[in-house]
């Protein structure tokens, strides 16, 4: 459905990603974060998604087209320990809300794992965003700290996450809501990438699809 694009970044130089648009004009936009393998298909079909329902979707390159194999966690680890998560959010998520808020419309940020880490950062540092969806994701907070969040933002996490711990959930909800800040956190009986239909073994797909209902609706009442 979708198509490889070029897109303008706020320093002038150009990012990569993958863009789907729905059968109307005018439609919403939502960004869309890879998790710590890359550009995987499994992130270009939840821009397929997106189209589907609606929105006009685009997931920047943060890896400049390295793909990691689903196996190989070390490699995924070297990738995502090398990326500059703020760069990359100032410059190819901005960049990307940009380019599909050129007509005015409302734009909204999700991702998963890494990009969910990503969205919350964006959630501070990129104006042009109305809204977030998170995916098991929280950034360190000299990254982003909740009390800076300026959008409403969902939050969907697991339950046995070893990465983005139950005991770190607790803790960013509490000090989002102790700021006043829009948020609503979901928890799953689920393992950390529960979301992702091609690994089955995290994939939870009864917990996937609650979370994607619960994320349809936060767009529609945040980017309609």
Not at 96 to 101: G, I, K
Request: glycine fraction near 10%; proline fraction near 6%.
């Amino acid at each position: 459905m979708g198509t490889k694009i070029g897109f303008k970044r706020p320093d002038g130089k150009t990012g990569a990603g993958y863009l789907a648009k729905p059968g109307r004009a005018n439609a919403p936009g939502i960004v869309v974060i890879q998790e710590w393998w890359g550009v995987q298909p499994q992130i270009t079909g939840i821009c397929d998604r997106l189209a589907l329902a609606g929105y006009e979707a685009l997931a920047p390159d943060l890896y400049n087209g390295v793909v990691v194999p689903y196996h190989d966690t070390d490699a995924a680890n070297r990738e995502m320990t090398s990326l500059n998560f703020l760069e990359a959010t100032d410059q190819l998520v901005r960049g990307a809300a940009q380019f599909l808020a050129r007509t005015g419309v409302k734009v909204g940020l999700t991702g998963f794992c890494l990009g969910g880490a990503v969205t919350i950062i964006g959630a501070v540092r990129v104006p042009e965003l109305a809204a977030g969806v998170c995916f098991y994701g929280i950034p360190p907070k000299e990254a982003a700290d909740p009390s800076a969040i300026r959008i409403p933002l969902q939050g969907h996490f697991a339950n046995e996450d070893d990465w983005c711990t139950p005991q770190a959930v607790d803790a960013f909800e509490q000090a989002s809501k102790a700021a006043k800040k829009d948020i609503e956190v979901h928890r799953y009986a689920a393992k950390h990438g529960f979301v992702n239909e091609q690994r089955p073994e995290v994939h939870e797909r009864r917990c996937a699809e609650q979370a994607w209902d619960r994320m349809l609706g936060f767009w529609a009442r945040h980017l309609k």
